[in-house]
């Protein structure tokens, strides 16, 4: 967040030298945290206004930790104020609300499909931005690439990557037996391989999230690339290999106001969840974008939208380009 220096907020600080400034600003944020998760625990607050185009965005700060996720007592309490939310916006007129990172899992509240089956006349669209996320891991995927390892909890992002891979052809190797069940009843159908051999690494890139573990990585082939579908990043534990981002891409340069820069990504690169909402209002889609299911054809369409509004996609690691 921008606190009284614009300079602090424009870089990851875990990205900035001196090495001793990361330390000595640790106290301050968990002061300031602890400060807005219990004073200000009752509501969200705008805490970042942008510019782009004909819209204004405003970006909302739910005062809560990341272990309050984890924790299921903690789940109505934040579904209440994600609820408050998006009634306050709609009763504003706001077009699109975009329900961002952690405020869209399925276990929380089914990918936003609670607020939507709770009040059936919003006039606000709720985007979870699992189909913009989707589309920009299918594109993040080398366009050589005939094979590909995937391994982490399967997600609704995760479902949709991996159909569209397999309808361009790609052939997907799971590990896990429930995980090939599951996918086959979502109709991924050809392309699909369920390997009984627990040692089969050996494509070179992987498709990984949340759920993956540190000996699964060490058995990749040296050079692999792992591309991330997740809303956090893989621990990196591999110098020999390549790491892509998590979903993002760059933002327009004509858009304002960009100040921050979001978790660990770059100054004006932003999460893929939050530029679903973006292109659903720009391109002024009239249908909710959130809930259990996902429009698996729609991807490229989505894709080319983000494109033709001016935001790019992350270059790939040099070896892989």
């Known amino acids: 967040m921008r606190l009284g220096f614009p300079s602090l907020s424009s870089f990851p600080l875990w990205n900035r030298s001196p090495w001793y400034l990361t330390c000595f600003m640790w106290p301050f944020t968990l002061l300031c945290s602890f400060v807005l ?3 200000l625990s009752s509501r969200t607050l705008v805490f970042e206004r942008n510019r782009l185009r004909h819209l204004t965005l405003h970006s909302h700060l739910l005062p809560k930790f990341s272990f309050h996720y984890k924790s299921q007592r903690r789940h ?18 706001v077009k699109v609300m ?3 990172l ?8 089914g990918y936003g499909e609670m607020y939507v089956q709770k009040y059936p006349k919003l006039k606000i669209r709720l985007v979870d931005g699992s189909s913009m996320a989707a589309a920009v891991v299918v594109n993040n995927i080398p366009k050589e690439t005939t094979e590909i390892v995937f391994r982490g909890n399967l997600t609704k992002v995760a479902s949709a990557v991996v159909f569209a891979l397999c ?9 896990r037996k429930e995980e090939h069940i599951k996918l086959i009843k979502s109709g991924v159908v050809k392309n699909l391989v369920l390997s009984t051999n627990k040692s089969y690494y050996s494509p070179t890139v992987w498709l990984v999230g949340d759920g993956i ?9 040296e050079g692999t690339l792992f591309v991330p579908f997740s809303h956090f990043p893989p621990k990196k534990l591999r110098k020999d290999c390549f790491y892509h981002s998590t979903p993002a891409m760059r933002v327009p340069k004509s858009a304002q ?5 979001e978790n660990w990504l770059g100054r004006r690169v932003m999460s893929a969840w939050k530029i679903g909402g973006i292109v659903h209002a720009l391109e002024g889609w009239e249908e909710h974008d959130c809930g259990n299911t996902c429009n698996f054809f729609r991807l490229h369409t989505i894709w080319e939208a983000a494109l033709r509004h001016g935001f790019q996609p992350l270059i790939l690691p040099p070896s892989h380009q």
Do not use: F, W
């Open 102 to 109: 952690m405020n869209n899992r399925a276990e929380l509240n």
């Open 213 to 221: 573990e540190k000996e699964e990585q060490m058995k990749a082939k």
């Open 167 to 175: 309808q361009k052809g790609v052939k997907v190797v799971l590990l």
């Open 37 to 39: 998760t219990s004073a």
């Open 98 to 100: 975009s329900l961002g």
């Open 76 to 93: 109505e309490s934040i579904n209440n104020l994600i609820e408050g939310a998006i009634l306050e916006a709609d009763a504003k007129g």
């Open 257 to 261: 106001n960009i100040d921050s820069c």
